[in-house]
């Protein structure tokens, strides 16, 4: 029986590559014709797969309305949380996680540092959008003419001299993190406080969340914090690959040098 169901699955990601009949279903999968029938049907009844008036085989609207239904009851949250609270004990530093929704970028989980110094910041708050890292991995994930309009009508707050001052810089900065694949925010919000961040990736590939590490500079510096990146980075894959259905756990053994590539993107 489980040799069956693991033949039948095979069928899935086949005709995932288009319509095919059944003697290339056959031909594919190395069995019989008739064996190749039997496994279509069951696949048919349900609805994961269809048969069409020119007797080809495609994936049928059930297997899509199953994958809409799993991905709308995905909760970002609920699985970055152990991976977050993972980093936090790993590095003692504030963690942060948040989403994009209706123009704003809001927290949905932190975790506290150990340290005595703790951050202001509070899930189910938006954070400052124009210098955020969080902020700036998630807007940076926008098709163009979404970012250039949503930069237009931002304001731009002087929260410190490191602040971002207006709508292009933003907009090049965007572009930075975008080629990059993570953001930094170092003095632009606070200037005692600095940040690093890195995207969770949802199937589509498409930035779902972003992460964060945060620490005060009486804590550890800019430097330093920074060089903390490959490990967020590391954190975010891990989270992406289980909200993906690719459950991996993050590498906790190498250290930067071990990861040339990514020791060598730091800023």
């Not at 080809?56 to 949250?77: H, I, P, T």
Request: glycine share 6%; proline share 7%; hydrophobic share 40%.
């Amino acid at each position: 029986m489980s040799q069956t169901v693991d033949r039948a699955l095979t069928v899935l990601p086949l005709l995932a590559e288009g319509p095919a009949t059944l003697d290339q279903v056959a031909r594919r999968l190395g069995v019989h014709k008739s064996t190749a029938l039997r496994l279509l049907r069951p696949l048919c009844d349900h609805g994961l797969v269809y048969r069409r008036p020119d007797q080809r085989y495609r994936l049928g609207a059930r297997l899509f309305s199953l994958a809409q239904e799993a991905m709308e009851s995905l909760d970002v949250r609920e699985i970055a949380h152990p991976h977050l609270l993972r980093l936090n004990a790993e590095t003692g530093h504030t963690v942060h996680l948040a989403v994009y929704e209706e123009d704003e970028v809001v927290y949905i989980d932190k975790v506290d540092s150990r340290y005595p110094v703790r951050m202001y910041s509070r899930i189910g708050r938006p954070v400052a959008i124009t210098v955020a890292a969080v902020a700036k991995l998630l807007l940076a994930d926008l098709p163009e003419d979404e970012r250039r309009a949503l930069a237009e009508r931002l304001d731009y707050p002087k929260y410190t001299p490191h602040s971002t001052p207006d709508a292009p810089a933003f907009l090049a900065e965007l572009a930075r993190v975008r080629e990059q694949g993570w953001a930094t925010d170092l003095g632009g919000h606070e200037e005692s406080i600095n940040c690093v961040a890195a995207p969770v990736r949802g199937p589509d590939g498409r930035v779902a969340a972003a992460m964060s590490l945060s620490a005060p500079n009486v804590v550890v510096g800019a430097d330093a914090l920074v060089g903390l990146l490959p490990q967020v980075r590391r954190t975010a894959e891990a989270v992406s690959a289980e909200y993906c259905g690719r459950r991996t756990e993050p590498d906790r053994t190498a250290g930067p040098d071990e990861h040339s590539d990514e020791h060598e993107e730091r800023p």
